[in-house]
């Protein structure tokens, strides 16, 4: 089975802490991969790399084999790459309804088409599946910014899908959502990866969303991978417990 | 459930600003006319400033090359359709690359590099008299004929001015509401989010910049023939400032900020003649207390104050 994502000895150095250190691993397709790993461990930045945030000092990311490493971060989302960030990101002046419909109008025609074309870009009713999915329907004409902290993060999950993409990276999504809330956050992700065969990397720090969601987890200590497994072996694994806990 | 306030509102200012030159002196239609022309280089700086968050502080420069361009041509035989197309490309070419620093520099420091843009092109003005002529300036530019229809008179002028605003507003108001003018305040309001959805933010602020300018361009082209006389101070530093006043003080970010933004910088200083010596003390206060009390603008004044009255009618659950 091809991967959909290959991270080959990825490091990224500043100055000289190196956040990233040789880092590398294979997400195949239709996998939801758990990234953990203690604050500072160099997730994010191992993100980063990987999405054109910043270019790492060393090594290469490959997408179906075919390398995007330096590749801007608009290109690559319109290769089928999807991302959230670990703060907020969703444009609070705009709707609901409206911040969709950005997140998927650059798939759309060319940009002389989408001028000419019809306001929504022809993605209203695709718009209103993603508001009635994540249950957002009756928000649909509100400023994001007048949401609650955890709809506002619903809201941004959502976007990262309104693409239709192949690849999500998806950087803390459980954060400062509650627990109702996050159960069905867990099951909007798992009937989108049944339904698209869609891939998640999902860096998580609630452990039992992680454990319960993802198929096989990594765990980064210092900018190095140090385990690798399934959520139980994980769970039990005595080099996590230790990097956890600062040993 | 559809709210008819806007459409009637719409309709009411159109029929004012039809009705409002009968019974005015020449120089009463000359400031309308002038609010028109002045209106659709506002639009232009609002796309870039307004939606796209780009800082210019160069738009009467553009204002300039399409007027000088407008004078030049038509002075020579041309028509001022043909002119204005010149306009128009010359000044979204020009846009096109006052963006580049964009992308490299935002807020005030771009607003410096734009000011430098600004300097350039009154020097060029100018200093470039076997084009320019100079501070002499540019005299006896025709106004045109329209399919027979001659423009000469000053209110045949102001409802010419009238159709070319009504056409822009009409086109701003199209890009707006379609894919890009959501990319544009992407682009504003969070530029690294913005990217990650697919949005080629480098590519649309180029973009905002080269629809502004060539607005500018359009504004000139109509100004040049209006007051049938052009020299380079009137396209210098004072009147980028005055053009970015209207953006502010109408509302940025708001379609019909420009509107209103102009109509202040145009007309009120002319009612406040009375007070003879103060009017300008007069202008100056008015828009520092506007400034001070509402940042949002004319436009955001009236949001706040529709919002609160009537009091409490609506609650989010």
């Avoid at chain 1, 065969?197 to 999902?202: E, S, W």
């Avoid at chain 2, 082209?221 to 006043?245: H, K, M």
């Amino acid at each position: 089975m091809a991967a959909v994502l290959e991270v080959r000895d990825l490091s990224k150095a500043f100055g000289g802490i190196r956040a990233v250190d040789g880092v590398s691993f294979a997400v195949h397709e239709g996998e939801i991969l758990g990234l953990i790993g203690p604050n500072g461990s160099g997730k994010s930045t191992l993100f980063n790399c990987i999405l054109g945030q910043l270019a790492p000092s060393s090594g290469e990311v490959r997408v179906d084999g075919r390398p995007i490493t330096g590749t801007r971060p608009c290109d690559l989302n319109r290769l089928g790459i999807g991302r959230t960030f670990q703060l907020l990101q969703v444009f609070p002046q705009l709707s609901l309804r409206e911040n969709l419909l950005l997140a998927g109008q650059e798939h759309q025609g060319t940009m002389w088409s989408r001028l000419l074309g019809p306001a929504d870009a022809g993605l209203s009713a695709a718009a209103e599946r993603m508001l009635e999915f994540f249950r957002l329907r009756a928000l649909a004409d509100e400023p994001a910014g007048a949401l609650s902290y955890g709809q506002q993060k619903l809201l941004d999950v959502a976007m990262a899908f309104m693409a239709g993409p192949r690849l999500v990276l998806l950087d803390e999504p459980a954060g400062g959502v509650n627990l109702t809330m996050l159960a069905d956050l867990r099951e909007r992700l798992r009937a989108i990866n049944a339904a698209q065969k869609a891939t998640f990397v999902v860096i998580e720090h609630n452990m039992d969303f992680v454990m319960s969601l993802c198929t096989r987890i990594l765990v980064l200590a210092e900018g190095r991978i140090i385990a690798e497994g399934a959520p139980a072996e994980i769970r039990n694994d005595r080099r996590v417990i230790d990097a956890y806990l600062g040993h | 459930m559809k709210n008819q306030g806007p459409s009637l509102i719409l309709l009411l200012a159109a029929a004012v600003l039809v009705a409002a030159p009968f019974g005015l002196k020449p120089y009463g239609i000359y400031l309308l006319s002038l609010w028109a022309v002045m209106t659709i280089a506002a639009i232009g700086l609002n796309l870039t400033l307004g939606y796209a968050g780009q800082i210019s502080l160069a738009q009467a420069s553009f204002v300039g090359i399409g007027a000088y361009a407008a004078a030049l041509l038509t002075t020579h035989g041309w028509s001022l359709g043909s002119a204005l197309l010149v306009a128009i490309v010359l000044c979204f070419a020009t846009g096109w690359l006052l963006g580049y620093p964009a992308l490299r520099v935002a807020h005030h420091y771009l607003a410096f590099v734009t000011l430098s843009f600004s300097t350039l092109v009154y020097l060029v003005l100018r200093n470039e008299e076997w084009l320019t002529k100079g501070v002499y300036g540019i005299s006896g530019i025709p106004r045109p004929t329209l399919l027979g229809w001659s423009t000469k008179a000053p209110l045949d002028f102001y409802f010419f001015c009238l159709g070319a605003l009504a056409l822009t507003a009409l086109g701003a108001w199209w890009l707006i509401r379609s894919p890009w003018g959501r990319a544009f305040t992407a682009l504003r309001e969070n530029p690294l989010r913005a990217s990650s959805l697919g949005i080629d933010t480098r590519r649309y602020t180029l973009m905002a910049f080269a629809v502004g300018s060539a607005l500018g361009g359009v504004a000139g082209t109509l100004y040049a023939p209006l007051v049938q006389f052009i020299e380079p101070n009137a396209f210098a530093l004072g009147l980028s400032f005055n053009l970015l006043l209207m953006v502010i003080v109408g509302g940025a970010g708001r379609f019909f900020g420009p509107f209103l933004g102009a109509a202040v910088s145009v007309l009120l200083p002319e009612w406040l003649r009375f007070s003879e010596g103060l009017y300008l003390i007069c202008y100056a206060v008015f828009v520092m207390v506007l400034l001070a009390f509402c940042p949002a603008g004319l436009l955001g004044l009236g949001e706040r104050l529709r919002r609160s009255w009537p009091p409490s009618s609506k609650s989010a659950t």
